[in-house]
C-alpha cells in the first residue's frame, strides 16, 4: 500500500516575511522542537506575525500526523487545540482519509525500521 493511496502529505515552510505596512495576523506555529509522541499544547507554541492568509494546507486540523523530516522521526496526531495552527519548516503532515486511524499510522512512522 502507498502513502498516496491513504493520506495526503503537506510540508511545511518558514512564515512569510511580512512587509511594512502589510495588515498581519499573530498566528501559533507548530516547529521541530514541539513535536515528539504528543505535539505541546496550543497555548505554548511560538506564535509569529503573518502577512495575509496563509495556505489552508499548512494548517493543521484534528487527526492529521505531524512528522519530522530530518533527524530522527517523531510523529504525533493532532487534536481539536491544534486546528488552525500553522506547519512550521522541516516538518510533514499527513492528512489520513477518514477510515484510516492517524493513532496508528503515527505509531508506524515512529517505530525503528
Do not use: C, K, W
Not at 516575511?17 to 522542537?33: F, L, N
Not at 515528539?36 to 494546507?57: F, K, S
Request: no cysteine; glycine share 8%.
Amino acid at each position: 500500500m502507498r502513502l498516496a493511496e491513504i493520506a495526503e502529505v503537506f510540508s511545511g515552510r518558514p512564515a512569510q516575511r511580512v512587509e511594512d505596512g502589510e495588515p498581519t495576523s499573530i498566528v501559533p506555529i507548530v516547529a521541530m522542537r514541539d513535536v515528539g509522541t504528543r505535539i505541546v499544547a496550543r497555548a505554548h507554541l511560538e506564535t509569529v506575525p503573518v502577512g495575509g492568509e496563509p495556505d489552508p494546507r499548512r494548517r493543521i486540523q484534528a487527526g492529521d500526523v505531524v512528522v519530522t523530516s530530518r533527524g530522527r522521526v517523531r510523529a504525533a496526531v493532532a487534536h481539536e487545540e491544534h486546528a488552525g495552527v500553522l506547519l512550521g519548516p522541516n516538518l510533514m503532515m499527513i492528512r489520513p482519509q477518514s477510515d484510516y486511524p492517524p493513532a496508528l499510522l503515527a505509531a508506524f512512522l515512529r517505530h525503528p525500521a
